[in-house]
């Protein structure tokens, strides 16, 4: 009989552009979720546009153009802010300005900030944690991470206190998570690791060599009323609610999928640079509706250099050469984009490129990045 214990854990997603982790903490400065992809010591990091072409030849006339062009990439940079503590966590982000598709540098808002805390007992005891080979970003590999409790302060939601608690049933013989519960509140002032705060439970499931292939999702009492979302999209607790992971003859993650309701939700499928061994090239189909901005079209592939940064992004529509981004602007099938690095490969200013990869510049964003 296997013997189980269950450890205390609050909210997010793991990654690294050029290795897999053993460490199964979910990583802040490497995340989907969070929009980020950092490297280095970083204190603080914001980002704005600093060039944003006022004319292209597939949207000739649009007086709205420049905020268009600026929403369409902001994938780029994820929240406007962020600051981290020593340790690598997000402890403020300020997710946008008053003109919400005006992305160039205005002075920051606190209205429109959000403040997180951690329990370093909780983060203490999860490091001792370790799971499967967590496979490189941008794979979707959150959900297979271990989670931090958390509490935030979300002004934008007129600053009331998020709690989230995770609780973990581990193997002892072999140490992988056999079991996640996910518990959440708002305002509470007692114990949330009851039923009446338990959002989800996700079970885990692995093949013979110990990677994890499966995880069921099976809704709590706080979370029957509310959809699950997952990778780019959202379901209803269907019965059969789970995300499934496929591996190469490397071993390597090559495919994720998200399952519900009798049919595929969404489907990534990874591949890999044959020297370097970074993933190389992202492709995200849809089969339910589009809940994401960094997804226009139901086909879409992403190409990556070796630092996890995004270098050409295509829709795939085949008939049409052109696509609508809902009725604001006409988009090319390829965008591009180039960088400059700082000492850390940490980008501080991208080119982004929507009439060819030779140009001209649509548009340049720059980031301003303090360190420890």
């Known amino acids: 009989m296997k013997t189980l214990f269950i450890i205390f854990v609050f909210s997010s997603y793991i990654i690294n552009a050029q290795v897999d982790k053993k460490l199964s903490i979910v990583d802040y400065k490497h995340s989907e979720v969070y929009g980020t992809n950092f490297y280095g010591p970083i204190k603080t990091i914001r980002w704005y546009y600093t060039y944003v072409a006022d004319s292209l030849k597939m949207n000739k006339n649009r007086k709205d153009l420049q905020d268009n062009i600026m929403y369409y990439n902001r994938d780029l940079g994820g929240d406007l802010f962020y600051e981290f503590d020593r340790e690598g966590r997000i402890k403020k982000t300020i997710s946008r300005y008053s003109k919400f598709y005006d992305l160039r540098k205005y002075p920051l808002e606190e209205k429109y900030a959000s ?4 329990n370093e007992k909780d983060v203490k005891s999860k490091s001792l944690l370790s799971n499967s080979k967590i496979p490189p970003y941008p794979t979707a590999s959150y959900y297979q991470l271990v989670k931090l409790d958390r509490r935030a302060v979300l002004n934008d939601y007129e600053g009331n206190i998020h709690t989230d608690l995770y609780r973990y049933v581990i193997d002892k013989s072999t140490k992988r998570i056999l079991e996640e519960k996910h518990y959440s509140s708002i305002n509470a002032e007692k114990n949330i690791t009851i039923k009446e705060y338990l959002e989800t439970s996700i079970r885990f499931e692995y093949n013979n060599d110990g990677e994890l292939v499966r995880q069921i999702i099976k809704p709590g009492e706080a979370g029957k009323n509310i959809p699950f979302f997952a990778l780019g999209t959202e379901s209803d607790f269907c019965p059969d609610l789970n995300i499934s992971y496929d591996y190469d003859l ?9 399952f519900g309701c009798g049919e595929e939700l969404q489907r990534e499928i990874y591949e890999y640079d044959s020297v370097k061994n970074y993933v190389s090239k992202l492709n ?5 509706s589009l809940r994401n901005i960094n997804y226009v079209t139901k086909k879409m592939s992403f190409f990556y250099d070796e630092y996890g940064n995004l270098l050409q992004k295509d829709l795939i529509k085949p008939d049409s050469e052109y696509v609508f981004f809902g009725a604001r602007m006409l988009l090319p099938k390829s965008t591009y984009y180039k960088y400059e690095f700082d000492k850390y490969n940490n980008w501080n200013k991208c080119y982004i490129y929507m009439e060819g990869k030779d140009g001209p510049v649509t548009a340049i964003i720059e980031r301003e990045i303090e360190y420890y």
């Not at 403040?115 to 951690?118: A, E, P």
């Not at 490397?250 to 998200?258: D, I, M, S, T």
């Open 250 to 258: 490397k071993r390597r993650l090559n495919k994720v999928v998200f």
């Open 115 to 118: 403040y997180y805390s951690y």
């Open 284 to 288: 995200v189909e849809f089969f339910t």
